[in-house]
């Protein structure tokens, strides 16, 4: 049994039958979740009774590797915003290429990033580079601290070492870092814009992030896009003049609800403010952009250890499409090819802020897979190989009692200025659609003694 195995089990049975089989924690946990607003609607992020533990080599090997894939995704940003050609197989929108054309006024093409990852044993695969405004480290960081002091968690760190992965000062620094590049010489006010639920009694990630750094000393506030004002040179929202702005809604969903005339646009424009991220960030979101990474005609002349993590680590993608391609080098019809291997591949929306679905061949007969495909002709599509999930048992807490069931397991390492700093864990049934079983679990790294 391995070290995290032998974890696992010893906290399970701390619940089942040891000194925490009392749940009365547990309600006490729920509670002071409720009490910080660490939930929607009643339920709560964290439904999940346990920490995701994984190992310092883990850990490391996630650091190390996707450090090296965020390398090789800024390197073919870069090819791509030269080249008009490989911007077309991103498929952008025409906004969507306006914005991209615009200097931030810093170096970094992505501040702060969220790398998906299927993490076994110890291999790793990233599925998807969150790049746009990617979320999950606040929640993880407050989630972090209450289970760091519940009793099963404090009697497991009698048996072994455990280390929390914090990000929130992280992204501080990296946000920070940005601005100087930018220009700026005083200390920012600091917008973070996002779309306000109105009837929402729930806490934004962002007010964790706003409180974070007020008590850093900065002056900020949550603010919604139509509250947005541009005038003499200054982005504002009534009287609070903005600096900097913590860009926290997506490309896509910005522009179906206004077009490039909008304030934050204009002052992007003429660099009146420092928007972190950039609207150069939509490049490496999209999905196809793993597709110019998986084609190895791009690469070649890439650093070695680039080129290795993409060869190990991410899986196959092309963008749909009627056209010849390769598959382990070799040319296929990628048509034929999709309506083939249906068992061993995904078809996935390029953009995630869009409304179509992702279809699991392994899931579906071929009558199903062929509707699949030809929706995905007809729309931006990334067909992707198969990547074997992780899944896990955890223990919940369903009216007063304990329960355990199998959870798919998915690792985010959290990146700012391409370091990775952090991970979050999430959990759900596996199944596309809504699940009340799913959430956010802290991610502590366990190590003997």
């Avoid at 850990?59 to 080249?83: H, N, P, W």
């Avoid at 501080?172 to 109105?198: C, D, M, T």
């Amino acid at each position: 049994m391995s070290l995290l195995d032998a974890a696992v089990a010893r906290y399970n049975k701390l619940l089942e039958t040891g000194p925490c089989s009392d749940l009365g924690w547990a309600e006490a946990l729920h509670a002071r979740m409720e009490s910080t607003k660490l939930s929607a609607g009643g339920r709560l992020i964290c439904p999940f009774l346990r920490p995701n533990f994984i190992s310092r080599r883990q850990y490391d090997s996630l650091v190390k590797t996707g450090e090296f894939l965020i390398s090789a995704i800024d390197r073919m940003e870069q090819m791509v915003l030269a080249s008009p050609a490989l911007l077309a197989r991103l498929e952008l929108l025409p906004a969507e290429k306006m914005l991209a054309a615009i200097d931030p006024g810093y170096q970094a093409l992505e501040v702060a990033a969220r790398l998906d990852t299927h993490l076994v044993n110890g291999h790793l695969h990233f599925v998807q580079y969150n790049a746009d405004s990617p979320t999950g480290a606040g929640y993880a960081d407050a989630l972090a601290e209450l289970f760091w002091e519940i009793p099963p968690v404090k009697e497991l760190r009698k048996k072994y070492s455990l280390a929390r992965v914090g990000s929130r000062k992280h992204l501080l620094q990296a946000l920070l870092k940005s601005y100087k590049q930018f220009g700026g010489a005083k200390k920012p006010n600091i917008a973070i814009v996002e779309f306000r639920h109105a009837y929402s009694s729930a806490q934004s990630e962002y007010e964790l992030y706003r409180d974070f750094f007020r008590d850093e000393g900065y002056l900020v506030e949550i603010v919604s896009p139509e509250q947005l004002e541009y005038r003499n040179g200054i982005l504002r929202k009534g009287s609070f003049e903005i600096d900097l702005v913590y860009r926290r809604l997506g490309v896509q969903e910005f522009l179906i609800r206004f077009d490039l005339t909008h304030p934050l646009v204009q002052a992007y424009r003429d660099r009146a403010v420092c928007v972190v991220n950039s609207f150069r960030s939509e490049l490496a979101h999209k999905k196809a952009m793993f597709g110019l990474l998986t084609d190895e005609a791009m690469t070649t002349k890439f650093p070695a250890v680039e080129r290795k993590a993409i060869r190990d680590h991410v899986p196959w993608t092309r963008l749909v499409s009627s056209a010849k391609t390769t598959y382990d080098e070799k040319p296929i019809d990628l048509p034929e090819f999709i309506t083939q291997n249906r068992e061993r591949l995904a078809l996935k929306p390029n953009d995630d802020y869009s409304d179509q679905h992702t279809y699991f061949g392994w899931e579906m007969d071929s009558a199903g897979w062929d509707r699949a495909l030809k929706q995905a002709m007809r729309a931006p599509y990334v067909v992707q190989e198969r990547v074997q999930p992780v899944r896990s048992v955890f223990p919940l807490m369903t009216y007063g009692h304990l329960e355990f069931r199998e959870m798919q397991v998915d690792v985010h390492p959290h990146a700012y200025l391409g370091k990775v700093q952090g991970c979050s864990s999430w959990l759900s049934t596996g199944k596309t659609g809504f699940s009340s079983a799913a959430g956010i679990v802290p991610t502590f790294i366990l190590d003997s003694k």
